[in-house]
């Protein structure tokens, strides 16, 4: 279980760190060409990683949820 100790602040760290690329590239492609592909790669892991911090605070939520119903 001591792998899932860090793995909210992981995703969160994740998911900021591929917007904030996302972000610096969408910058450059207002001012002149960009790479089209790469643009599409940052913008589905800055999706993805997004998803993945919110399915896992969702699961967590619901394990606790769960937790104080059952002794309801």
Same mark, same amino acid.
């Given at each position: 279980?001591?792998?899932?100790?860090?793995?909210? !602040?992981?995703?969160?760290?994740?998911?900021?760190?591929?917007?904030? $690329?996302?972000?610096? =590239?969408?910058?450059? #492609?207002?001012? !002149?060409? /960009?790479? /089209?592909?790469?643009?599409?790669?940052? /913008?589905?892991?800055? #999706?993805?990683?997004?998803? /993945?911090? $919110? !399915? =896992? #605070?969702?699961?967590?939520?619901?394990?606790?949820?769960? #937790?104080?119903?059952?002794?309801?």
């Amino acid at each position: 279980m001591s792998i899932f100790n860090n793995l909210p !602040e992981e995703l969160s760290k994740n998911a900021k760190n591929a917007h904030r $690329l996302y972000k610096q =590239h969408w910058a450059l #492609t207002s001012q !002149e060409q /960009a790479d /089209a592909k790469l643009f599409y790669e940052l /913008a589905v892991k800055s #999706t993805v990683s997004q998803m /993945a911090y $919110l !399915e =896992h #605070t969702r699961v967590s939520h619901m394990l606790l949820k769960s #937790t104080f119903e059952s002794f309801q």
